[in-house]
């Protein structure tokens, strides 16, 4: 069984808000390795490639930097860390990559809980 640990870009089944269908996107695991729930899920945000997503809790990434690449994107994206999900871990294709601005992603994120 492979782990998925914080930080890591996976491509995912994310789901859409109707919580039905969804979509295989890439994502970024932001749940702490630490973190012991006994349950087999990972809580994740979306990566989009639609580029009109901005704001300051959205962090684009050009595929050709050498962020891009060691996240494993092919297109230029979006880290929308204001859409948090809880994905299955069965639902995870693969880890595609690992993501080395993490302070920025955390920074992100005590904007979305107000921390």
């Known amino acids: 069984m492979t782990t998925f640990n914080w930080g890591d870009v996976i491509l995912v089944r994310f789901p859409n808000a109707d919580f039905v269908t969804y ?15 006994g349950l087999k899920q990972k809580i994740v945000v979306p990566i989009t490639s639609n580029l009109k997503r901005k704001g300051n809790t959205r962090i684009r990434i050009d595929q050709e930097s050498s962020i891009g690449r060691q996240m494993g994107l092919v297109m230029d ?8 999900a809880t994905v299955l871990e069965r639902e995870i294709d693969k880890k595609i990559g690992t ?16 921390l």
């Open 99 to 114: 993501c080395p601005i993490m302070k920025a992603v955390s920074d992100a994120l005590k904007l979305v809980f107000d």
């Open 77 to 84: 994206s979006v880290i929308i860390v204001d859409n948090l």
């Open 23 to 37: 979509k295989k996107r890439p994502a970024l695991i932001v749940q702490s390795n630490s973190l012991n729930t």
